[in-house]
């Protein structure tokens, strides 16, 4: 396609929820800003999904959609709808392919305006730069394949990092639980939780790595989101050395703590995506999801996992051996 970069004034890229989709759009935005540098690159996202892009480098605005409901949902759709006429696009991005979303790149009007043709529905003339899907995508980690959507646009695939913002009062913060509660000992963090049953792995099984850990003088502290405690105590109780709870974190917190951890074993969900910007090695047990979207292993060298495809469906650790995640703990340890 023959874009004149000198017109491209403008840009928009819509992903509207949820948090790690929102966080993963962000992959090709170094590129985006090589390809287009007198560009203001806009953002645009619902409440609370914008909290992960707060004080982005490579975005130059975030328009932010308060959640509402009811009549007063409807009439915040017809002002999303005038705005984003009203802004006077070049180009729109629609990384999130839902009807909503398509209906926010049709009244851009944007000379360009970029998405995905699906199975699904698509609204007649929404867009004009149309993406089909290729072949082995569901192989590729998640944040790599969003390079797909820009590729008509002139960019190529390249070495991409994520990015989130930790403020130095939340580094602080955690610093000093940190001092506080673990007198600054080494420690492996560990997130045995899921709002989803099947991406549980065995608690014996976090119950015996974390046991391991232990006994080399490096605490396990187990970090969990809301509806999770559950799951922490349920490792507790198996344990035969001592562990600590984290403090409630919210996302930047969560990911400063991370920083400071030896090593993170997770289940897998968006704190394995978030762990990236933390830098921390990671290994992530994989059930019923498949890894190949969903795993940053092979794209960032902090990243492993485990998945068994022939797992015993009533197995609870999915034929995944304790004994094999301490070997490869301990290897990156």
Same mark, same amino acid.
């Given at each position: +396609? %023959?874009?004149?970069?000198?017109?491209?004034? &403008?840009?928009?890229?819509?992903?509207?929820?949820?948090?790690?989709?929102?966080?993963?759009?962000?992959?090709?935005?170094?590129?985006?800003?090589?390809?287009?540098?007198?560009?203001?690159? #806009?953002?645009?996202?619902?409440?609370?999904?914008?909290?992960?892009?707060?004080?982005?480098?490579?975005?130059? =605005?975030?328009?932010?959609?308060?959640?509402?409901?009811?009549?007063?949902?409807?009439?915040?759709?017809?002002?999303?709808?005038?705005? +984003?006429?009203?802004?006077?696009?070049?180009?729109?991005?629609?990384?999130?392919?839902?009807?909503?979303?398509?209906?926010?790149?049709?009244?851009?009007?944007? &000379?360009?305006?970029?998405?995905?043709?699906?199975? =699904?529905?698509?609204?007649?003339?929404?867009?004009?730069?149309? #993406?089909?899907?290729?072949?082995?995508?569901? +192989?590729?980690?998640?944040?790599?394949?969003?390079?797909?959507?820009?590729?008509?646009?002139?960019?190529?695939?390249?070495?991409?990092?994520?990015?989130?913002?930790?403020?130095?009062?939340?580094?602080?913060?955690?610093? %000093? @639980?940190?001092?506080?509660?673990?007198?600054?000992?080494?420690?492996?963090?560990?997130?045995?939780?899921?709002?989803?049953?099947?991406?549980?792995? !065995?608690?014996?099984?976090?119950?015996?790595?974390?046991?391991?850990?232990?006994?080399?003088?490096?605490?396990?502290?187990?970090? @969990? !989101?809301?509806?999770?405690?559950?799951?922490?105590?349920?490792?507790?109780?198996? +344990?035969?050395?001592?562990?600590?709870?984290?403090?409630?974190?919210?996302?930047?917190?969560?990911?400063?703590?991370?920083? =400071?951890?030896?090593?993170?074993?997770? %289940?897998?969900?968006?704190?394995?995506?978030?762990?990236?910007?933390? &830098?921390?090695?990671?290994?992530?047990?994989? !059930?019923?999801?498949?890894?190949?979207?969903?795993?940053?292993? !092979?794209?960032?060298?902090?990243?492993?996992?485990?998945?068994?495809?022939?797992?015993?469906?009533?197995?609870?650790? @999915?034929?995944?051996?304790?004994?094999?995640?301490?070997?490869?703990?301990?290897?990156?340890?």
């Amino acid at each position: +396609m %023959n874009i004149n970069v000198e017109k491209i004034k &403008k840009i928009c890229v819509i992903q509207l929820q949820p948090f790690g989709d929102v966080f993963l759009t962000t992959s090709y935005f170094g590129a985006l800003k090589k390809r287009f540098p007198h560009a203001e690159i #806009v953002f645009l996202t619902k409440a609370p999904y914008h909290k992960v892009l707060r004080d982005h480098p490579l975005i130059d =605005r975030i328009i932010s959609i308060p959640k509402k409901s009811g009549f007063a949902y409807g009439i915040q759709r017809i002002q999303t709808w005038i705005q +984003m006429f009203t802004e006077r696009f070049d180009i729109v991005i629609d990384q999130q392919y839902m009807l909503s979303s398509q209906q926010l790149c049709l009244a851009s009007c944007a &000379k360009y305006r970029v998405g995905y043709v699906r199975e =699904r529905r698509n609204i007649p003339l929404a867009y004009n730069v149309k #993406v089909g899907p290729k072949e082995g995508t569901d +192989m590729i980690y998640s944040a790599t394949a969003k390079f797909d959507i820009v590729e008509p646009l002139g960019i190529a695939l390249e070495l991409y990092e994520l990015f989130l913002s930790i403020a130095p009062q939340e580094q602080t913060k955690i610093d %000093n @639980w940190i001092a506080n509660e673990l007198n600054n000992r080494p420690f492996v963090l560990f997130s045995p939780g899921s709002t989803a049953v099947y991406k549980k792995w !065995g608690a014996q099984g976090f119950a015996t790595v974390a046991d391991h850990f232990a006994s080399r003088e490096m605490t396990p502290v187990f970090i @969990w !989101g809301p509806g999770e405690e559950a799951d922490v105590e349920s490792v507790r109780s198996l +344990m035969k050395e001592k562990s600590i709870v984290a403090l409630p974190t919210t996302i930047p917190e969560g990911v400063a703590l991370l920083k =400071r951890a030896k090593l993170f074993v997770t %289940n897998d969900g968006g704190i394995n995506h978030l762990a990236i910007p933390a &830098k921390v090695p990671t290994i992530a047990m994989f !059930g019923n999801t498949f890894p190949g979207n969903w795993s940053p292993a !092979g794209t960032f060298n902090t990243h492993h996992h485990f998945y068994n495809p022939s797992r015993d469906k009533d197995d609870p650790l @999915w034929g995944i051996n304790p004994a094999d995640v301490i070997a490869l703990g301990d290897s990156l340890l």
